[in-house]
């Protein structure tokens, strides 16, 4: 007997404002942190302090770090709900359950960019 019991309309209802809020496609917090970053970026062209472009430079790689992980683990958590929704609404339990275990692992995203094609001369 299964022990899930998933509403599949709610869950899409969540996952696509929660992909709304995170700026899949535009907006949300991945606006706000290409924004943040282009601030930052035009305050290091703009300061004639070493300590201060030091200190900007160092905030920007600990931001850009910390963001970028932030992004892609949620991604990887809207991915799974998916994933995992999906499966469960097919009836098939255990591929729910994995995509259940590797939601947030970023181990279900496609991280790799396709390779170059060549252009035909």
Same mark, same amino acid.
């Given at each position: ?7 599949? @309309?709610?869950?899409? +209802?969540? $996952?696509?404002? %929660? !992909?709304?809020? $995170?700026?899949?496609? *535009?907006?949300? /917090?991945?606006?706000?942190?290409? !924004? ?19 200190? +900007?430079?160092?905030? $920007? *790689? ?8 932030? /992004?892609?683990?949620? +991604? !990887?958590? %809207? ?6 929704? +999906?499966? @469960?609404?097919? *009836? ?11 939601? *947030? ?17």
């Amino acid at each position: 007997m299964s022990q899930w019991d998933i509403d599949v @309309y709610g869950v899409s +209802l969540v $996952l696509s404002d %929660l !992909s709304d809020q $995170l700026g899949v496609d *535009g907006g949300g /917090f991945m606006s706000t942190i290409d !924004s943040t970053s282009d601030g930052v970026d035009m305050a290091l062209s703009n300061v004639k302090s070493p300590p201060v472009e030091s200190a +900007l430079s160092d905030f $920007l *790689g600990h931001f850009t770090t910390e963001t970028d992980a932030m /992004f892609t683990r949620t +991604l !990887s958590c %809207l991915q799974g709900v998916n994933e995992a929704t +999906l499966a @469960y609404n097919e *009836g098939q339990e255990e591929m729910a359950a994995e995509a259940q275990r590797q939601a *947030g692992t970023t181990e279900n995203l496609d991280m790799n960019p396709p390779p170059p094609t060549e252009s035909p001369h």
